[in-house]
């Protein structure tokens, strides 16, 4: 599944097969524990998306919730988009030392890690990078990039 048509998450996960479903659900897991308020979970973009909604944060530069990170089951991986290290070199830097740490190999674009299976993250990591960014200091940071 490349992009999804679902409209909810459960929806989202009720369209994968079930191995699927369940490494998503586990990130997923990870990502609903550490995720500070002020985000919300949602789909966009045909994957699940954690964002700041556009009653509290109205003026993103394309009229869509400001997205904080995001998860999906691709064609042939899994991708987990982390916005937070995208935008914070010392998150990114601790992003790649939990690799390092952890013996895993790092697959990695801009803001998008890919995996095959959980066991390929350091999900405590993950779970403390999730954790790292309030909404409002992710609001900074985006308006801070959009004045450059």
């Known amino acids: 599944m490349a992009s999804s048509k679902a409209a909810t998450v459960e929806e989202y996960l009720q369209e994968l097969p079930e191995d699927r479903r369940e490494v998503v659900s586990t990130v997923r897991d990870v990502i609903l524990r550490n995720l500070p308020e002020g ?9 699940i998306t954690y964002a700041i909604p556009l009653e509290r944060y109205p003026t993103t530069y394309n009229g869509q919730p400001l997205g904080y990170a995001a998860l999906a089951a691709q064609k042939n991986n ?6 937070g290290a995208y935008m914070d070199p010392e998150q990114e830097e601790a992003l790649l030392e939990a690799f390092r740490r952890e013996g895993k190999k790092l697959d ?3 803001s998008c890690v890919r ?14 990078l999730i954790a790292a960014t309030t909404p409002e200091q992710f609001i900074a940071r985006y308006e801070a990039s959009r004045a450059q």
């Open 108 to 110: 990695m674009g801009k």
């Open 115 to 128: 995996f095959k299976k959980t066991a390929d993250l350091p999900l405590d990591a993950i779970g403390e």
């Open 39 to 47: 985000y919300t979970e949602t789909m966009a973009w045909g994957m």
């Open 78 to 83: 899994y991708s987990l988009y982390l916005l």
